[in-house]
T-cell receptor, first 113, second 112 residues
Framework: DAGITQSPRHKVTETGTPVTLRCHQTENHRYMYWYRQDPGHGLRLIHYSYGVKDTDKGEVSDGYSVSRSKTEDFLLTLESATSSQTSVYFC????????????FGQGTRLTVV | GENVEQHPSTLSVQEGDSAVIKCTYSDSASNYFPWYKQELGKRPQLIIDIRSNVGEKKDQRIAVTLNKTAKHFSLHITETQPEDSAVYFCAANSGGYQKVTFGIGTKLQVIP
């Protein structure tokens, strides 16, 4: 497996609190992504990064922010968690050459109560 | 942006039969079409991909076909086995920066 890990793996948080999920890679890849997975919706892109300090929004970015201060770390922050953000979150990386396989982290199951 | 539609959402087949999952996409500029398999509780993993300069690609019991004119592509699994039971996602790239848009997934159940 590609060197990509997510933390935490599970988290329960209260509505209105901020939450940060971490994605760490050891592959030195330029591209990193955050997805959420929900039944009936597949995998939806939240934010992605194409380099240190270079990020952009995906299709479901409202209520989320990201930061990438180092090549190896991509952080996803839920600014004020809501129950609709209960989901499984996956980080992914792709090699720098164009349009190739994405390698996913193990996922983080987040429950907002 | 790209829109990927996938069907069926669930599929049950007898062991040894074939399974076909179909996807359509909207962006005529898309040129990369991967398929991922996700076993229960696991991460998605690539099983096969196809690029727009190829009409068909095979890897043992798995094949993917692409019709660029009609903007649809399909996954074919032959001689299905219980270990093929999983959720399968199709995807298509969109825009720059290697973004892909995923379909909603197909839950395949292979009945022994």
């Amino acid at each position: 497996d590609a060197g990509i890990t997510q933390s935490p793996r599970h988290k329960v948080t209260e509505t209105g609190t901020p939450v940060t999920l971490r994605c760490h890679q050891t592959e030195n890849h330029r591209y990193m992504y955050w997805y959420r997975q929900d039944p009936g919706h597949g995998l939806r892109l939240i934010h992605y990064s194409y380099g240190v300090k270079d990020t952009d929004k995906g299709e479901v970015s409202d209520g989320y922010s990201v930061s990438r201060s180092k090549t190896e770390d991509f952080l996803l922050t839920l600014e004020s968690a809501t129950s609709s953000q209960t989901s499984v979150y996956f980080c992914a990386i792709t090699p720098d050459r164009g349009n190739t396989e994405a390698f996913f982290g193990q996922g983080t199951r987040l429950t907002v109560v | 942006g790209e829109n990927v539609e996938q069907h069926p959402s669930t599929l049950s087949v007898q062991e040894g039969d074939s399974a076909v999952i179909k996807c359509t996409y909207s962006d005529s500029a898309s040129n990369y079409f991967p398929w991922y398999k996700q076993e229960l509780g696991k991460r998605p993993q690539l099983i096969i991909d196809i690029r727009s300069n190829v009409g068909e690609k095979k890897d043992q019991r798995i094949a993917v076909t692409l019709n660029k004119t009609a903007k649809h592509f399909s996954l074919h699994i032959t001689e299905t086995q219980p270990e093929d039971s999983a959720v399968y996602f199709c995807a298509a790239n969109s825009g720059g920066y290697q973004k892909v848009t995923f379909g909603i997934g197909t839950k395949l159940q292979v009945i022994p």
